[in-house]
């Protein structure tokens, strides 16, 4: 037999490399990751999401809302709109002299309702005479030179004007003084 086997030839590394090599090896990987941490930061994740999703839906639902009332106000104002032209008639029925009492007052009563119905829902009529000129608000079709009103000043007024809160919903034609 052949004895020349058993022993390590110098060209043959020795047993002890091997197990070197595996102490390195595991004092180089990581230590396993713990499954709670893992856990952890999957429910943080999640409970981030579900913050982040009831945060979009509720600035949804406002901004619907929003949209809501403004269509609401805005379908109301174009109602209020049409009538108007039944509120100028009045006025102008009211403005005329009659001799009949009775169709006098039947005018003013139904003038007052129309008021009322137009107050109940937040229209206020606006340009009168004497009142500051706002281009915002008001119409200027003429102007006029008059030494005894102020400048910017409505002198007359040709169709009141009504807005339902910021929202103007006919602006008042006039006359202004220069």
């Given at each position: 037999m052949d004895e020349t086997k058993n022993t390590p030839s110098p060209e043959e590394p020795l047993e002890e490399a091997p197990q070197q090599e595996a102490q390195e090896a595991a004092v180089q990987e990581p230590a396993a990751p713990d499954p709670l941490e893992e856990l952890k930061a999957q429910l943080a994740a999640e409970h981030d999401s579900f913050l982040r999703l009831a945060a979009e839906y509720d600035n949804f639902r406002k901004r619907t809302q929003k949209e809501r009332e403004s269509l609401y106000n805005?379908?109301?104002?174009?109602?209020?709109?049409?009538?108007?032209?039944?509120?100028?008639?009045?006025?102008?029925?009211?403005?005329?002299?009659?001799?009949?009492?009775?169709?006098?007052?039947?005018?003013?009563?139904?003038?007052?309702?129309?008021?009322?119905?137009?107050?109940?829902?937040?229209?206020?009529?606006?340009?009168?005479a004497g009142e500051a000129f706002d281009p915002a608000f008001h119409n200027a079709v003429m102007h006029v030179d008059d030494e005894s009103l102020a400048e910017n000043t409505?002198?007359?007024?040709?169709?009141?004007?009504?807005?339902?809160?910021?929202?103007?919903?006919?602006?008042?034609?006039?006359?202004?003084?220069?």
């Amino acid at each position: 037999m052949d004895e020349t086997k058993n022993t390590p030839s110098p060209e043959e590394p020795l047993e002890e490399a091997p197990q070197q090599e595996a102490q390195e090896a595991a004092v180089q990987e990581p230590a396993a990751p713990d499954p709670l941490e893992e856990l952890k930061a999957q429910l943080a994740a999640e409970h981030d999401s579900f913050l982040r999703l009831a945060a979009e839906y509720d600035n949804f639902r406002k901004r619907t809302q929003k949209e809501r009332e403004s269509l609401y106000n805005d379908a109301k104002a174009d109602t209020i709109g049409k009538f108007l032209p039944v509120f100028d008639n009045l006025q102008r029925a009211m403005a005329q002299e009659t001799a009949d009492e009775a169709y006098k007052k039947g005018v003013e009563m139904t003038m007052q309702g129309f008021q009322s119905i137009l107050d109940a829902m937040n229209v206020t009529v606006y340009g009168a005479a004497g009142e500051a000129f706002d281009p915002a608000f008001h119409n200027a079709v003429m102007h006029v030179d008059d030494e005894s009103l102020a400048e910017n000043t409505i002198a007359e007024v040709f169709q009141t004007g009504f807005r339902m809160g910021d929202k103007v919903i006919r602006h008042a034609m006039v006359k202004v003084a220069n």
